[in-house]
C-alpha cells in the first residue's frame, strides 16, 4: 500500500473500556465459590428510547415478555437507576432469575429508528448491532460463557452485534478472554439470526487472517487456511497455483513484486458453483494479497510498519466472503482471484525506475516500489477476463490517500457501472458497512499515461495529487469489463473506536458488505449473461 507522504493529527485515542453500566441488583450473589461452570446464563434485554416526557422504559417484546416473568421487577428496577437508557448505554442487574443470574439491558435509541438517508444506512440496524455488542461484553466481563440475546425486532442484526462485538485475536497469548458463546433468546427469528451469525464469522475470518503476524500468515498458509474453511463444499474448487504456474501465466508485474521475498508468491484461485446453471457467467472477486508490505526498496517508515501484515485486506475480505456465500449457498456462481506474495527489499526486488511487463503485453514503469499492491492487481484484472465475467469487482487496501480522503467512515468505489454501483450501495446500506463512489476521470489516467519509458506508470505525474483516483485510473488500464468495480479499502482496514462494535484492530471491512451485494446479485436477472 502506497502512504501519502504526510500525516497530519494524532491518532485519536481508543476507548478499551464499554460505556459505564449503572449495575443494580435484586439480589447480589456472593463472588465465595463462583464458577463458570455454575454461572448459569447470561441475558441482554433491548429497551427503546421514550417518546414521552414522563420516561417509562419502551422495552422489546422480548424484554416485556421477561419483565412480567420477574413480575415486573425488571422494569421498577431500571426506573430507579437514574434517567432513560440512551441508546448504545447499559445497566446490569443480578439475581433477577435463576436462569439468567445476570441481565444487561441496553439501550437501542428511537423504535422505529430505519434508513438514515444522510448517514447512508439503516440506523436502527446499527443502533442494534452496538448495544448487542456492548451488553455481551459485560457479559462476558462476568465471565459467564453463554449469553442470549433478545432480537431486538431484527435478529439477524442482533446476532452479528453478538458475534463481531466479542470477537478478539487472541491466538497467541497465554491468557485468553473467557468464550463466550451468543445464542438467540426464544426461538421466533432464527433463521434470521443463524443468516447474522454467518454473515459475522465470515468478517471475523477475514479479521483473523488481517490481524495475525506475517509469519503466520505467509502467501501459502493464507491459501492453505482458506482451503481448509472451504473443504466441507462440494460445489467449491480451490486451485492455489505455485509460482511456475504465474510464470507461464506471463504475469510479469506480479512477479516482480514477489522476487524480493524469499517467500514464494501464490496465486489462489476458488470456483464456488451456486447456481442451478454452473455454466451461468459468475461474479468475479480480485483481491490484492500482499502478506507484508515493506515498501520494498522504497521502504517505509520503521514506526506503523508492522500494521502492514494486514496488506492482504483484499484478499482476506474477498475471499471469507465466498466462504460465506459458501455457508449461505447463495444462488449464483463466484470466482475469487488472489494473488499472494510479500512486498520485501532484497537485490532480486523491483527498484525506481524498473519496467515490467503486464499479462496483456502493457508495459508499466516502477517508479515507486511502494506502490505494489496495483502490480499484482494489473495481472490478475487482466486473468479475470478469461471467465466471461458477470462483473470484476476488485478489493485492495491499495493507497493510504484513500484513508486520508474518506477516514475508516466508507471504503472507496470506483467504477464504470452505474448498475454495479447502486448494488453495492443499496447491500452497504444494510450492512452499515458503508461506500462512498469516487470519480474515475480520464483527467486521471493522463496522469499515470503520460510516462516517459513505458506504457503507464504506477504513480501519478503529480505524486500526492488525488492519489487514490489515479491508482483507480491505473487499474482500469488493465480492465475491458463493462461492469467493473475497484474498493479501495485502506481507510477502513482497521479499527480504533470508530465502529463501537468492533473491538480495536484489523476491522475485515467490507466483507459483510460484500457477501450482501452478492446476495442481491443473485436475485437480480438483469445484466445475467
Not at 12 to 32: G, L, N
Not at 60 to 81: E, I, Q, Y
Not at 99 to 115: M, Q
Request: charged share 20%.
Amino acid at each position: 500500500m502506497l502512504l501519502p507522504c504526510v500525516r497530519s493529527g494524532a491518532a485519536r485515542r481508543f476507548a478499551r473500556d464499554v460505556p459505564r453500566a449503572c449495575s443494580c441488583s435484586a439480589q447480589v450473589p456472593s463472588p465465595r465459590g463462583y464458577s463458570r461452570d455454575t454461572a448459569g446464563k447470561g441475558l441482554v434485554l433491548g429497551v427503546y428510547s421514550s417518546d414521552k416526557d414522563d420516561g417509562a422504559a419502551q422495552f422489546t417484546s422480548a424484554g416485556d415478555a421477561f419483565d412480567k416473568l420477574v413480575s415486573g421487577k425488571l422494569r421498577a428496577l431500571l426506573s430507579l437507576c437514574g434517567p432513560p437508557l440512551k441508546k448504545g448505554k447499559t445497566r446490569i442487574f443480578h439475581g433477577l432469575h435463576q436462569d439468567f443470574p445476570s441481565v444487561v439491558v441496553v439501550g437501542l435509541g428511537k423504535k422505529n429508528a430505519g434508513i438514515n438517508e444522510q448517514e447512508n444506512w439503516n440506523e436502527g440496524k446499527e443502533n442494534i448491532r452496538t448495544a448487542v455488542a456492548v451488553g455481551c461484553r459485560q457479559i462476558q466481563d462476568l465471565e459467564i460463557p453463554c449469553v442470549e440475546v433478545d432480537p431486538c425486532g431484527d435478529a439477524q442484526a442482533a446476532a452479528e452485534g453478538a458475534v463481531l462485538g466479542l470477537h478478539e485475536y487472541n491466538e497467541l497469548k497465554q491468557k485468553k478472554k473467557p468464550v463466550v458463546t451468543p445464542q438467540l433468546h426464544g426461538s421466533a427469528e432464527s433463521q434470521a439470526w443463524q443468516k447474522g451469525v454467518t454473515y459475522a464469522e465470515g468478517q471475523n475470518l477475514a479479521r483473523y487472517l488481517m490481524e495475525a503476524p506475517a509469519n503466520y500468515i505467509t502467501p501459502i498458509k493464507f491459501a492453505e487456511h482458506i482451503e481448509q474453511k472451504l473443504r466441507t463444499f462440494s460445489n467449491v474448487k480451490v486451485h492455489i497455483r505455485p509460482e511456475s504456474w504465474i510464470t507461464t501465466q506471463e504475469m510479469g508485474a506480479f512477479l516482480s513484486v514477489a522476487k524480493g521475498s524469499a517467500e514464494p508468491p501464490i496465486f489462489l484461485e476458488i470456483h464456488y458453483l451456486g447456481s442451478a446453471n454452473t455454466d451461468d457467467s459468475p461474479l468475479v472477486f480480485v483481491g490484492k494479497g500482499v502478506t507484508f508490505d515493506s515498501g520494498g526498496i522504497s521502504l517505509k517508515p520503521s514506526s506503523g510498519m508492522d500494521a502492514m501484515r494486514a496488506d492482504m485486506g483484499g484478499a482476506a475480505t474477498v475471499c471469507s466472503a465466498i466462504v460465506t456465500a459458501a455457508a449461505l449457498n447463495l444462488p449464483l456462481n463466484i470466482i475469487g482471484l488472489a494473488p499472494l506474495c510479500e512486498n520485501m527489499p532484497s537485490g532480486k526486488a523491483n527498484k525506481p525506475g524498473d519496467v515490467v511487463r503486464a499479462k496483456n503485453g502493457k508495459t508499466i514503469q516502477v517508479d515507486n516500489t511502494d506502490a505494489e499492491g496495483r502490480l499484482l492487481l494489473a495481472d490478475a484484472l487482466c486473468y479475470a477476463h478469461n471467465f466471461n465475467a458477470r462483473a470484476i469487482v476488485n478489493a485492495a487496501t491499495l493507497t493510504g490517500a484513500m484513508d486520508v480522503a474518506l477516514g475508516s467512515a466508507a471504503t472507496g468505489v470506483f467504477t464504470n457501472s452505474s448498475w454495479l454501483w447502486t448494488h453495492l450501495y443499496e447491500a452497504s446500506i444494510l450492512t452499515g458497512d458503508r461506500v462512498w463512489r469516487m470519480p474515475l476521470f480520464e483527467h486521471y489516467t493522463k496522469q499515470v499515461t503520460d510516462c516517459p519509458l513505458a506504457d503507464v506508470s504506477n504513480i501519478g505525474k503529480y505524486s500526492r495529487a488525488g492519489g487514490a483516483c489515479t491508482a483507480a485510473a491505473f487499474l482500469k488500464e488493465f480492465v475491458t469489463a463493462s461492469h467493473w468495480a475497484h474498493l479501495d479499502i485502506a481507510g477502513v482496514m482497521s479499527n480504533k473506536d470508530e465502529v463501537p462494535y468492533l473491538r480495536k484492530g484489523m476491522a475485515g471491512r467490507p466483507t459483510r458488505t460484500l457477501v450482501e451485494f452478492a446476495a442481491r446479485l443473485s436475485q437480480d436477472t438483469h445484466n445475467a449473461k
